[in-house]
């Protein structure tokens, strides 16, 4: 929930982020602006993502006699997911060091689960990686095509 207030002084969404880290940087402009803010683990009726079954090799990893599941997003969604941590994280660095930090590692770190384990491997690393060169270019808004 945002006061009228809030809205009126720190302005709209930022729209050209486009799915992936809106409310987070809306949250730190928040929190750079001396808003009081509260981080709230809430459940909602849909999945970020889907569950698939774990693979090496094409072979299934089994956990306690179950198959392994890893959430994987479609794979478009790592090119936002990648751009947008590059444009926010460049505004937000020198303020918040250690988010961006943990923001970059957990991003990187599911990246490299879900290509070793999931399947669209190619099209997940192509996306991020496009995602990471138009990150670096400030491009910004909904990639054509998508």
Known sequence: MITTD?????GDFREELFIDLVDTEYYLRATDAGWPTVLADAEFDHSLGT??????????????????????????????????????????????????????????RHLAIVTMLAPGRRARLTA????????LRGLTGKKPGT
Not at 69 to 96: E, G, T
Not at 128 to 135: M, R, S
């Open 6 to 10: 809030a809205l009126s002084d720190l």
């Open 128 to 135: 991020a990686l496009a995602g990471v060169k138009d990150g």
């Open 51 to 108: 569950f698939v079954e774990a693979r090496i090799g094409g072979q299934s990893i089994r956990l306690g006699g179950q198959p392994l599941k890893v959430r994987i997003a479609a794979s478009w969604r790592y090119y936002y997911i990648f751009r947008n941590r590059l444009l926010v994280s460049r505004n937000y660095a020198r303020r918040h060091p250690a988010w961006v930090t943990a923001g970059c590692f957990a991003d990187l």
